[in-house]
């Protein structure tokens, strides 16, 4: 959601301070401000659930001192929102004055009629998500105020109260660290070896649930290619980037629940993910490669005669 932590006075009462939201501009390293409530205003009547929802939290985290800020993020804040998008939320409490879990609870009940909450820690933080009856989503963290440097790119808090979101800033996770590309490759690997040894051992829905990591990681390096922000989220980040491509053939990566099947997506992962590497870094390979192609192709013949599939 946010990739980071996100993230003042008294108690009680009201603070009568105008809710002035700021978008990130990173190139100027300055944020422009614009009026809250208008922006929610403005949105199309296809979100109209969004918008009541976005207001009703507004109004209730306007009236409590203790939140220091309100933070939009993701599809609605970057304008690709559909009338089953989400709020991503963070909410930022002034130092040493967090709302208990139970009064945060209470105050996501009260913005309408509730199916479910599930309150539960995300990366560290407590993170809630809310299904409302007409539809509505919310998927909140609470983070100390003092922990956020400033706005990142693509956000819209809706409330600012001590001016901290007056310069962007640029997350740690909107680009791969120097790390992680490795990471990424080689965890791939290891899911294909894994998928090798579960097509020998006949365990196909263990096969499939491997296949399935390994293509995550494939997209988390194809983003870092594409040099789309956040890289980490694979391939959301691709389909947010109007102008990134994805891994050619990785339709071929989803399988049924069938042996030819799922060797044939373990052949096409093999050869994407080494493309995959090479696209976020040209120099970057593993002799891991070359060896589990060979344990895929084995275990897809089932260790004697002719390849099951074209290699």
């Keep these: 959601m946010f990739g980071t932590p996100l993230a003042a006075s008294g108690r009680g009462t009201a603070v009568a301070a105008p809710a002035l939201a700021e978008r990130a501009d990173a190139t100027a390293g300055q944020t422009a401000r614009v009026d809250a409530h208008r922006w929610i205003g403005s949105l199309p009547s296809g979100l109209a659930v969004q918008a009541r929802l976005l207001r009703a939290l507004l109004d209730a985290v306007e009236a409590d001192p203790r939140w220091e800020g309100l933070e ?16 991503d939320v963070g909410l930022w409490h002034a130092e040493g004055d967090r709302p208990d879990d139970a009064e945060i609870q209470t105050m996501l009940r009260g913005r309408g009629e509730v199916v479910e909450v599930n309150a539960q820690l995300w990366e560290g933080v407590q993170r809630w998500w809310v299904q409302y009856a007409d539809g509505g989503q919310i998927d909140l963290v609470v983070l100390a105020a003092a922990d956020r440097p400033g706005l990142a790119p693509g956000a819209v808090p809706l409330l600012d109260r001590r001016g901290r979101f007056a310069v962007a800033f640029v997350p740690s996770v909107l680009r791969a660290a120097p790390e992680q590309p490795r990471q990424w490759l080689l965890d ?29 990681r494939v997209f988390q390096l194809w983003a870092t290619g594409e040099d789309v922000d956040y890289p980490v989220f694979g391939l959301t980040s691709l389909l947010d980037a109007e102008q990134a491509s994805l891994p050619p053939g990785i339709e071929a990566t989803y399988p049924t629940v069938d042996p030819k099947s799922a060797t044939a997506a373990a052949a096409t992962l093999a050869g994407l993910l080494s493309q995959a590497g090479w696209h976020a870094d040209p120099f ?9 192609t060979t344990r895929l192709r084995s275990a897809g013949d089932g260790g004697t005669g002719p390849p099951a599939v074209a290699w």
């Design 72 to 87: 939009l993020s993701c599809s609605l804040a970057a304008g690709r929102a559909d009338a089953d998008s989400d709020l």
């Design 188 to 216: 791939g690997w290891e899911a294909l070896d894994n998928v090798a040894k579960y097509l020998r051992r006949g365990s196909l829905l263990e096969a499939v649930e491997q296949l399935h990591r390994a293509r995550q």
């Design 284 to 292: 970057l390979d593993t002799p891991l490669a070359s060896y589990v």
